[in-house]
């Protein structure tokens, strides 16, 4: 089995930075995708960035510029490093992974989601 565990979120005044990571544990052959999502109360999840396993990158129109995303397949554990934090930014970051285990099927895994407040 597969988990996922976010980190780096907290409590930042606007313009700040944080990092969050996260790392993934179990029976992974290949990471296919990571991609960090943004849940706020009363809105869908939407997609912040994402990152294939060619290094080629995507993000929301309201984070370029501001949010990095990489991956560090050595380690199964991928970065989401934000800059000029705005309090828009708030919410619960969570981490998906798609994956190939050893069965060579893909499966999406979810993390639990690591709290991000920005004040303004």
């Known amino acids: 089995q597969v988990q996922l565990v976010e980190s780096g979120g907290g409590l930042v005044q606007a313009g700040g930075s944080l990092r969050l990571s996260c790392v993934a544990s179990?029976?992974?052959?290949?990471?296919?995708?990571m991609g960090w999502y943004r849940q706020t109360p009363g809105k869908q999840r939407e997609l912040v960035a994402d990152?294939?396993?060619?290094?080629?990158?995507n993000y929301a129109d309201s984070v370029k510029g501001r949010f990095t995303i990489s991956r560090d397949d050595a380690k199964k554990t991928g970065y989401l490093q934000m800059h000029s934090l705005e309090p828009e930014d708030t919410g619960v970051y969570l981490c998906?992974?798609?994956?190939?285990?050893?069965?060579?099927?893909?499966?999406?895994?979810w993390g639990q989601g690591t709290q991000v407040t920005v004040s303004s």
């Open positions: 179990g029976s992974i052959f290949r990471i296919i995708r």
């Open positions: 998906q992974m798609i994956v190939t285990t050893m069965t060579l099927y893909e499966y999406s895994f």
């Open positions: 990152i294939t396993s060619s290094g080629s990158t």
